[in-house]
């Protein structure tokens, strides 16, 4: 999702080589899955890269502060380099508490929850394999979660 990231150009693509999935985190959420199964079963996909990257906004906050957040107010908030705050208060809604936000406390654990949650779906085929990468935003290397990759090994 981060703007910053252009993925086909750290990986080396052209237009048309790979079908991109963003969202918040590169989290393997229930839409991720649904469109690498579409990938896959109607387009023809081989292979599959679940890749994070450093200094992910996601590793800014958990699921209790956001849903406290949007708990008091709705609006945009603050960050201070260390902390949220709502620069407003009140007309919050309780629902943000109910969400799972797919935060990140840990990248490469994460990248690895990600691929283990792909391979162990039942609606992803065996013989797909699945490898785990962190992107260095500042270094601009694509370095491999050997533990994610070998846990997104193809079973043939």
């Known amino acids: 999702m981060d703007a910053r990231l252009d993925p ?3 990986a080396g693509l052209s237009e048309g080589d790979a079908h991109v ?3 918040a985190g590169g989290r393997a959420s229930d839409d991720a899955i649904r469109s690498l199964v579409i990938s896959h079963k109607l387009l023809g996909t081989k292979e599959w890269f679940v890749i994070h990257h450093t200094n992910c906004g996601m590793e ?3 699921d209790e502060i956001i849903g406290d957040l949007l708990e008091d107010n709705l ?3 603050a960050f201070d380099g260390a902390t949220w705050s ?6 919050g809604c309780a629902h943000g508490q109910f969400i799972k936000w797919h935060t990140i406390s840990d990248n ?3 990248v690895v929850q990600d691929v283990r949650r792909i391979r162990e779906h039942p609606l992803v085929a065996g013989h797909i394999p699945i490898y785990g990468y962190i992107y260095d935003v500042k270094t601009g290397r694509i370095n491999e979660v050997e533990t994610a990759t070998e846990a997104g090994r193809a079973i043939v």
Request: charged fraction near 30%; hydrophobic fraction near 25%; aromatic fraction near 10%.
């Open 86 to 91: 709502n620069p407003k208060h009140g007309n």
């Open 60 to 62: 800014l906050f958990s």
């Open 21 to 23: 999935i963003r969202n």
């Open 108 to 110: 490469e654990r994460s």
């Open 75 to 77: 609006e945009t908030a």
């Open 8 to 10: 086909a150009k750290y």
